[in-house]
């Protein structure tokens, strides 16, 4: 089939690897690309967010599958304009993006799904949230309803902080419109963790859990990223955890989205805070994580397109798809200064002498550890002929190995390789796994 994906960074580089793997895939086109995608797919010169057109480009391209990276495009109702053209793409319509999109639309369908999640009300007025937050006079986080590029969300330790929060959203509206309406919601302690279900509407197949590092430094330390490094899977979890999750928070919320009319086809994202026993839903994302995704799709056995289509034609029954046993860790490069302003168009060396080209004792080592080393390009470009920075997010070094920590250091080796000016990493990317594993 001919697969257009939609997107530009890391995520969407690891998923047109790996469809560049499925055996029904023979054409592959990414939304503008870099210069990692361009060497899997055809790069094509429209962004993400420019529904009409990429429909139309569907169209004259006869696209059989299109794969939606970013939530933007699902929540500028990119299926919706799909479906009325009578093209198929894996991802759900605007209605049931507002999973990602408003938060108290997500606590709403949470609450009538039973699914767990923390306690929490709903303000529009400022007077009311303070007053709220004033009697509790306990730990809690205010949540900008809307999107707000990751930073709507304040965990505070008590009234003082929560107040500063909803001033911020509500009266100063640093987030815009996303925050003139809150969520205030019970701070809950524990493990974060992500999991991720392709739903079809109706059902759905886990595609696995992982965990992100979303602060910027080591020990959860600094303003949150999008993600600094993933890792799959999480073994301080048992095995029980994806069925109860399965059971307890996906097909309930794919029941309450059907019987509401807006049944959710695509990537559900299920972000858990886990204590013990206890198990808590922080929010939903309609679409990959990013770097989870990178980490997912090292694992990642089966027909992925096959699996993307059949969804998107809402019958997901005869599907298969299954994740290796083999961990996978992913660790991003970012540029100095992110997630605050950073410089761009920085050369970026060494890429070469790992994909193919490592050092004899480096290639000895990942084949007797059985390590797959693979570099995904988040923000790169080639300038002149050289590959430079081009955004926060750099590049994601990611390995897969028998063992988590052979995984972690073949990642670590890989982006020890690559240099450019101002790089700057995690060192405790999969840190909380190996520190379970050795207690
Ligand atoms: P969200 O966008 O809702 O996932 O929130 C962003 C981050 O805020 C999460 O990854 C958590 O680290 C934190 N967070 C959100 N909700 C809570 C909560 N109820 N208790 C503690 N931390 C939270
Ligand atoms: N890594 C978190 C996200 O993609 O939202």
Redesign the pocket.
Known sequence: MRVLVIGKGGREHALCWRLNQSPSVWKLFCTIGNPGINSLATPVPIEPNDIHKLAEFARQEKIDLTVVGPEEPLTLGIADEFAARGLTLIGPSKAAAQLEAS?SFAKQIMCEAGVP??A?AVFDDIEQARGYVRDLNR???V?ADGLAA?K????CDGPAAALAAIDAAMERQVFGAAGKRVVI?????GQ?LSFFALCDGKNALALGMAQ?H?PIFDGDRGP?TGGMGAYSPVPQFDAGLEERIMGEVVRPTLDVMASRGCPFRGVLFV?L?VDGARL?V??F?VRLGDPECEALMMRLEGDLAAALLAAARGDLSAEHLSLSARSAVAVVLASGGYPGNYEKGLPITGLESIEGGAPSDVKVRWAMEQVRVKVFHAGTASRSGRLVTDGGRVLVASALAPKLKDAAAAAYQAADMIEFSGKHLRRDIAGKALGALQT
């Open positions: 938060k999640t923390a929490f730990p809690l986080v949540k990751g709507g969300v304040s965990v919601e019970e701070r809950l302690s974060e992100d979303k949150n972000g805070m808590n922080l929010e994302n």
